[in-house]
């Protein structure tokens, strides 16, 4: 056999045999620091979150394709002083999954607005990463005109929010086709390593828990056609009056930036500063996509300190 041949078919057959590899489930105790899993029915839609804590409400919101475990690091910390409610987006983590082609921004704020609503939730503080950050703005955006108004502060970090190049992730997610074939070629955990890879700088910091347990959730039944729809919407189709909306922004705003972002550009966190009326930039070097993973200890501080300047 040729050279040729055998540099195209020998990586070609290790990626058949890869995706044949079963996935473990998480350890059972990966979520032992989260807090009570509980569930929140929305329009019949099962919403799995945890709750850990007392004190002043703080909701958690992951980004595309993530779930809980990317705030792993967090909550055990802010559950110190804070109620927090960390919550797996609708068609994430063990959330339900449903074919009803409504995972846009909109609808994942409409849930969460509705979440704060059904528990009576005042002086709440959302806190969003990526996608999540774009879910935390437009939900402070649905619920503002309530009396009393239940949003009193925003963190984005690394935040979704104006037009650029989508990444090769949510590109690959948006063509059934493409998708398909690289689910049916590409194991889940080496698709999810290389998007992992993305999102870090400091590649070193990504472990095997991570890829396995990211892998995993996304094994889960359901879950690749709930992040091909996510990624089909992800773009919001009023994104201009969206953006427009920003300037009229009333509560603090904390934007936590990794400098070395090549998923959403640190040019989106200058723009965020420039448009939300007094929001504070910190910019994280040597620091990727996920501050919250990546950097831990940072994010943490600087949220804690903002916790605490705004009690």
């Not at 990624?231 to 009023?238: D, E, L, R, T």
Request: charged share 20%; with cysteine; aromatic share 10%.
């Amino acid at each position: 056999m040729g050279l040729l041949k055998k540099a195209i078919l020998i990586p070609f057959l290790l990626l058949l045999i890869a995706s044949c590899h079963r996935l473990p489930a998480p350890p059972a105790n990966l979520a032992q620091d989260w807090g009570e899993q509980k569930t929140f029915d929305y329009q019949g839609v099962k919403i799995n979150y945890y709750e850990a804590g007392q004190g002043p409400p703080v909701i958690l919101l992951h980004g595309f394709g993530a779930c809980a475990y990317t705030w792993r690091f967090l909550i055990p910390p802010l559950a110190a002083a804070n109620r927090v409610f960390t919550i797996d987006l609708k068609g994430h983590g063990f959330s339900d999954k449903p074919e009803d082609g409504r995972y846009a921004v909109s609808d994942q704020a409409g849930m969460v607005a509705a979440f704060i609503r059904d528990r009576h939730l005042e002086d709440v503080v959302l806190i969003g990463n990526s996608m999540g950050g774009a879910v935390a703005l437009m939900t402070y955006f649905q619920l503002r005109k309530e009396t009393p108004a239940p949003i009193k502060a925003l963190v984005l970090i690394d935040s979704a929010g104006y037009p650029q190049k989508l990444p090769w992730f949510i590109r690959m997610a948006r063509w059934p086709w493409l998708s398909a074939l690289g689910s049916k070629l590409l194991s889940p955990r080496f698709l999810t390593g290389m998007a992992l890879r993305k999102c870090f700088y400091n590649r070193e910091k990504i472990t095997d828990e991570a890829i396995d347990t990211y892998a995993y959730y996304g094994g889960l039944p359901g879950a690749a056609e709930a992040v091909r729809q996510t990624a089909m919407q992800i773009v919001p189709a009023n994104m201009a009056d969206m953006i427009a909306q920003y300037k009229t922004v009333q509560v603090p705003t904390l934007i936590i930036w990794g400098q070395e972002d090549q998923v959403v550009p640190l040019e989106v966190g200058r723009n965020f500063k420039r448009d939300i009326p007094a929001a504070e930039l910190v910019i994280l070097p040597r620091c990727g996509h996920i501050p919250q993973e990546e950097e831990p200890l940072q994010t943490r501080s600087l949220i804690q300190d903002f916790l605490k300047k705004h009690e």
